[in-house]
């Protein structure tokens, strides 16, 4: 197994596991912070491309087209996005993902403030990003385990997560507060703006030497390497069966129906849908946090359950909301048991992934984000059909029947120890 690219490892290292280890590292601080930009200029633009398009249609199916459209792209590139990861200089791939997005986010703005940029306009940007998303997610969560010691890098997945989640919580009131100072048009031209700043920090990133392990094979063959370990390694296989869990049923909750639940249950606007998402992103910061102080905590695979049946309970509580006020604390708790959720999934399955494979496997885990969409989809149809407090009964229902059914007959998940994913590399000898 190649070790190269993540550092070495030394014994003070195994021990040291505080809730801001990984900060020790700049190279790591450096990856955290145009991250947590990159994650913040990505909901400026859902709230953004959320409110218009309902504002222009009134229609929750085209609020789910628009990630439709989204997830098209993802799913048609992330497979191959893996081995480009796995072959050419990754700071490369980061700064041209970074400059295509950037110049998306700056050719819609300034149609949008010419007024010239209509729904076909919007579907054609979603498609675009859809694109620079396949590599960028996957890019990103790889050059973590490229930039730090492997005892540590539970920590440093949970620190990228808690940044996610305080993004989730600023950019979502950021951008609704943009919508009411600048127009849509300003909110892109913002997150043109946040991407140039994220190429300041790719540029200061001091990677370290090794070339990534597949240089020199066929795109093809490293696309079957990838589904190959997928489909062979029982740990992998069931870690990312279990990360299908969000995208397909809790993620449309977050992302399809506030839109929804801000205009027509709570009678607000870009403001009361800023307060909702930012609700999720506080909880999620605190679940973030509370992840990375665990240590060497063991039973990973138990609290992963856990927390999924938590979290769909607290949002079955929000589906039964009458008032706004009750409504928030209720999607903070989401939020807390989501990132704890998230963050253990994440970390479990990286764990499970030999160094040399991780951007294949890593592209093919990430169709989750292709998946989101998909959900969002059905979502938005099925509260234009029967409400969106009944779709959010129907989803988190769902996936705490499946937490409470892994737990009762999946010993492996279960029982599923940090120690044996530090030590072995690879989910080999867990089953």
Aim: hydrophobic fraction near 55%; charge should be positive.
């Amino acid at each position: 197994m190649t070790r190269s690219e993540q550092g070495t490892t030394t014994a003070p290292e195994r021990g040291r596991t505080g809730t801001f280890a990984a900060l020790r590292l700049r190279a790591f601080r450096l990856l955290l912070l145009g991250t947590t930009l990159s994650n913040a200029a990505q909901w400026i633009q859902q709230v953004t491309l959320g409110w218009l398009v309902y504002d222009l249609t009134g229609s929750g199916a085209m609020l789910g087209a628009i990630n439709l459209v989204r997830a098209v792209a993802t799913l048609g590139l992330a497979p191959v996005a893996g081995g480009a990861i796995d072959r050419f200089p990754r700071r490369r791939l980061m700064l041209a993902v970074n400059g295509w997005l950037l110049a998306l986010s700056l050719a819609l703005g300034v149609l949008l403030l010419a007024g010239r940029a209509g729904i076909p306009a919007l579907l054609a940007f979603a498609f675009l990003g859809g694109v620079a998303q396949a590599v960028d997610m996957p890019l990103r969560q790889t050059v973590v385990f490229a930039l730090v010691p492997r005892p540590i890098a539970p920590n440093a997945v949970a620190l990228v997560q808690t940044g996610w989640a305080l993004m989730r919580s600023l950019g979502p009131a950021l951008g609704g507060f943009l919508l009411l100072w600048f127009g849509p048009g300003g909110n892109f031209i913002v997150q043109a703006a946040a991407y140039g700043l994220i190429a300041l920090t790719v540029v200061r990133i001091d990677f370290p030497p090794g070339q990534p392990g597949g240089r020199g094979q066929g795109m093809r063959r490293n696309l079957a390497e990838g589904l190959r370990y997928v489909a062979t390694e029982p740990v992998t296989r069931a870690f990312v069966l279990l990360g299908w869990v969000l995208p397909l049923f809790i993620i449309p909750i977050f992302s399809a129906l506030p839109p929804i639940y801000a205009k027509d249950i709570f009678g607000g606007g870009p403001e009361v849908l800023g307060l909702l998402l930012s609700a999720v992103g506080i909880g999620g910061i605190g679940g973030g946090l509370v992840t990375a102080s665990l240590g060497r905590q063991e039973r990973r695979g138990l609290l992963q359950l856990g927390a999924l049946l938590l979290l769909s309970l607290f949002l079955l509580g929000f589906a039964a909301s009458t008032t706004l006020w009750m409504a928030l604390p209720l999607l903070a708790l989401a939020g807390f048991w989501e990132m704890i959720y998230l963050t253990t999934n994440q970390t479990l399955l990286q764990l499970s992934i030999p160094d040399e494979l991780r951007g294949r496997v890593t592209s093919i885990v990430s169709l989750n984000a292709g998946l989101a969409p998909l959900g969002a989809f059905a979502a938005g149809l099925g509260a234009d059909l029967v409400g969106p407090r009944a779709v959010t009964v129907a989803l988190a229902g769902s996936a705490a029947a499946i937490a409470v059914a892994v737990g009762a007959g999946s010993p492996t998940i279960r029982n599923y120890r940090l120690s044996r994913a530090l030590a072995s590399g690879d989910g080999s000898d867990a089953g």
